[in-house]
Nanobody
Framework: QVRLVESGGGLVQPGGSLRLSCTAY????????MGWYRQVPGNQRELVAE???????NYAGSVKGRFTISKDNANNTVYLQMNNLKPEDTAVYYC???????????????WGQGTQVTVAS
């Protein structure tokens, strides 16, 4: 079992920045995929960014150039630096952990509890 603890959400003005953190606890695989997803009411949860232990990253087109995902493998922590935030970035942001087996088989993995990000003036 893997437990994910997220932090860093909040209210920010358009153009501002926030950094989200997510630490994984429990039986952590040495090679894994961690990422951030977001969801607004009435919509499906969507990928924001993900990172594989070796450093490969994948971003949603809407956040490329504004968001940066990074990972501290020693502490099983993934970060999402969000710059130039826009009102349409407002959502609940969820951290996700998957082993490479989960990723390859498209299994669910583990999810965090979510943290609210609100971008408004």
């Amino acid at each position: 079992q893997v437990r994910l603890v997220e932090s860093g959400g909040g209210l920010v003005q358009p153009g501002g920045s926030l950094r989200l953190s997510c630490t994984a606890y429990g039986s952590i695989s040495g090679i894994n995929v961690m990422g951030w997803y977001r969801q607004v009411p009435g919509n499906q949860r969507e990928l924001v960014a993900e990172i594989i232990s070796g450093g490969s990253t994948n971003y949603a087109g809407s956040v490329k150039g504004r968001f940066t995902i990074s990972k501290d493998n020693a502490n099983n922590t993934v970060y999402l630096q969000m710059n130039n935030l826009k009102p349409e970035d407002t959502a609940v942001y969820y951290c996700r952990y998957r082993t490479m087996f989960d990723w390859g088989k498209r299994l669910d993995g583990s999810w965090g509890q979510g943290t609210q990000v609100t971008v408004a003036s």
